[in-house]
């Protein structure tokens, strides 16, 4: 007996020199209790134990004290208790220097399942209860951990930071737009999310990040340029122009403007070609319609002079179809030629004119 009261006040002691493994400036201290009954396996004792350690750290008001090295059952007998009701466990949060204390127990009455009950000693509140069934450890681990989060109240603030080389990036957070890096999000649901970061001219970057609750989780990314695309300009930065050197200018700037000279040239030419060709074919229309009225003419009233020496007969009205014909064919040769040579030329000059904006 007088060894477990010294194992018990030396444990006591060394509490104030534990260091919490995510200290908080300020928040309530407590210490996990967990029960040595053989309903909770060696299997189950452990991840339970570190489930819950897990809650406690990221709870905001409460910060987490390394639990004595005895067992409940040690703890009890030191304490005179013949179980850890209550009045026990507020015995035992005296001793050990805590201001609340998490007691994890199995029962099975009326079902099997584990209770947790958190007793607030500085300053002194209800206490307060939560059970889950007793089931196969992850189950059992994961719903204890719910209840406890419950129990423990608000968690501290589950936030992302966000650091991108070059600054000023836009980030996106599961496809929604956040903002311009470095940037700092607050208040982010725990689990799975993806962070997309973008900057023009430099290649996008995706990550893919599971955020922890009640913990600050940061990301840096950095963005690599396109290949065969130019360096973007930095944001602030005012570009100067550079000036070709003399020779390069007169050697670009001549040839500008030969192309385009040409171009023009061609497109004169091709209007000219129009010209004749409406020309051309403005005659062959009248020669048609004097050819059909010396015809007219002919099949009424003979042969005569129509025109001072031009006479109504059937070889001149030949000789004037000939005519027609070949006047004809010009236009068609110089329209369609004109047509081209427009075409071309307009093309050639627009060429010109593009090579001198490059």
Avoid at 38 to 61: D, F, H, K, W, Y
Avoid at 97 to 125: G, W, Y
Avoid at 199 to 219: F, R, Y
Avoid at 311 to 329: H, P, Y
């Amino acid at each position: 007996m007088d060894t477990m009261v010294a194992l018990l006040c030396a444990a006591a002691l060394m509490l104030p020199m534990a260091k919490p493994a995510n200290p908080a400036p300020s928040g309530r201290s407590v210490i996990l209790l967990v029960d040595s009954s053989p309903l909770l396996t060696p299997e189950l004792r452990s991840p339970l134990q570190a489930g819950l350690r897990t809650e406690v750290e990221r709870s905001a008001n409460y910060r987490w004290v390394e639990p004595p090295a005895i067992s409940l059952d040690e703890l009890a007998l030191a304490l005179n208790c013949s179980g850890m009701d209550d009045v026990c466990i507020r015995k035992a949060g005296d001793t050990l220097k805590a201001d609340a204390v998490i007691l994890a127990a199995a029962s099975s009455t009326p079902r099997k399942e584990v209770v947790l009950t958190l007793v607030h000693l500085k300053p002194q509140k209800p206490t307060r209860m939560a059970a889950v069934p007793l089931q196969e450890p992850d189950s059992t681990v994961g719903a204890a951990r719910q209840a406890l989060r419950a129990l423990l109240g608000p968690v501290k603030p589950t936030r992302l930071v966000v650091l991108t080389t070059p600054p000023g990036a836009v980030v996106q957070l599961d496809g929604e737009h956040k903002g311009a890096s470095p940037l700092t999000l607050n208040d982010i649901p725990e689990g799975a999310h993806r962070i997309t970061v973008s900057k023009a001219g430099l290649e996008p970057q995706t990550v893919d990040v599971n955020i922890p609750v009640g913990e600050s989780t940061e990301v840096k990314v950095t963005l690599s340029s396109v290949p065969g695309a130019a360096p973007a300009a930095t944001v602030g930065a005012q570009a100067t122009p550079t000036e070709a050197a003399p020779e390069e200018q007169e050697e670009g700037g001549g040839m500008r403007y030969a192309v385009t000279g040409t171009g023009a040239v061609g497109a004169g030419g091709g209007l000219l070609s129009l010209v004749v060709a409406a020309a051309a074919l403005a005659s062959a229309s009248a020669v048609v319609a004097f050819s059909a009225y010396l015809f007219t003419v002919n099949q009424t009233e003979g042969p005569r002079n129509v025109v001072g020496p031009i006479r109504a007969n059937q070889t001149q009205i030949v000789v004037f179809q000939i005519v027609s014909g070949v006047l004809f064919a010009g236009a068609a040769t110089f329209g369609l030629a004109g047509a081209v040579g427009v075409l071309a030329g307009v093309a050639v000059a627009l060429a010109g004119t593009m090579m001198g904006g490059e």
